[in-house]
Each structure stands twice: as C-alpha cells, then as structure tokens.
C-alpha cells in the first residue's frame, strides 16, 4: 500500500510540473487533449443534470411565453449561438468549446426528453457555464424570462429563416421588449 501511495505521490508531483510549466496550451484555437475534454463534458453535464433535475417547468407552448424568449433570444444570444439563416459571427468562431447551434438540433418530440431539456436550458441560462463565454443570464433576468428564453430554444430546432424573422417581427405588435432593469440587481 505504501508503493502505490508513493507511486500516485510522484505521478501527481511529475503532472503538477508539467501542468505548471506552461506544458497544457490553455489557448482557445487548440483542442483540449481528449482525456480532457471528456471529463470537461462528464462533469458539465453531471453537474447539469444534477442542478436541473427537479425544476418545475411551466407550460412551455404559451405564445405569450415564446413571443418574450424571441425577443430576448434575439437580442442577446444569436453572436454565439446564431440564429435561423444568420452566418457564424467573428464572435461565434472564436469560441472554445464552440456554442450548441439551436436551431440546428432535432426537435424533441418526447414530452419527458422536451421537459428534461427544458429544465437543463433554464439552468444554464440563469447560472452560466464556467470557462465557456456562457453568461448567467440569472443575474439579469427574471425566472419568467429565462423560462421564455428555455421555451423559445426548444421551439427554434429546425427554424427556417423566413420563420424565426416572421416570428421577431410579430413580437413588434405586441408589449415585448428587452428592456429590464440592470442596476444593482434589478429584474
């Protein structure tokens, strides 16, 4: 037992100095080392997983609701995550890890899948996501609107352009706008 614990001492010190020594490449335009990136993407999703799971999600297909995430979505999210005929952005390609493409994604079908992702949307809106340009939307934002902005997200998947601009344009006639307090944590 005293072997294996002085073993895994020196590997320890020897992945210290490496790591230490400038050895891993924390620039965004190099992969991370694929032992890596799937233990980044085991603890994000855990964690994910784990905070969301028991967020109750309210009715997600209330126009009024989709009507407010457009707004918001368009407002703040297509830099990165893009939007229905928009092209990558300087900003969007830039980024690492690269930011999911909604629109892109199947349509969830399922209403247990549509709800468990759901809650995962509104989780990482509110709270973010460390070391991925993500924001926490939550410091900002009211439940309701980031639960518009989950709702609305679920709706873009496989959005034409023509439909998400008919869409952005019609939240012109109705009360929806992006402004909201900013100022010492005002919602």
């Known amino acids: 037992m005293k072997t294996i614990l002085s073993l895994f001492s020196v590997v320890l010190v020897l992945v210290l100095i490496a790591l230490g020594s400038g050895a891993y490449n924390m620039a965004a335009t190099e992969k991370h080392w694929a032992v890596t990136e799937k233990v980044i993407e085991w603890v994000r999703e855990s964690s994910i997983e784990a905070r969301a799971r028991n967020l109750e999600v309210p009715s997600l297909d209330d126009e009024e609701r989709l009507l407010k995430g457009a ?6 999210c297509p830099i990165c995550h893009l939007a229905p005929g928009l092209e990558p952005t300087e900003l969007s390609v830039g980024l690492y890890p690269q930011p999911p493409i909604f629109h892109q994604r199947q349509p969830v079908v399922d209403s247990a899948a549509k709800q468990d992702r759901a809650r995962k949307y509104f989780w990482v809106i509110k709270n973010g996501l460390k070391m991925t340009a993500m924001p926490a939307w939550g ?24 439909q998400y601009q008919a869409l952005i344009h019609s939240t012109e006639d109705h009360t929806h706008t992006h402004a909201h307090g900013h100022a010492h944590g005002e919602h």
Do not use: C, N
Request: charged fraction near 20%.
């Open 139 to 162: 410091l900002s934002h009211d439940d309701d609107s980031i639960w518009a902005m989950a709702a609305f997200i679920l709706k873009m998947s496989q959005m034409t352009p023509e």
């Open 71 to 76: 707004v918001h979505y368009d407002a703040m």
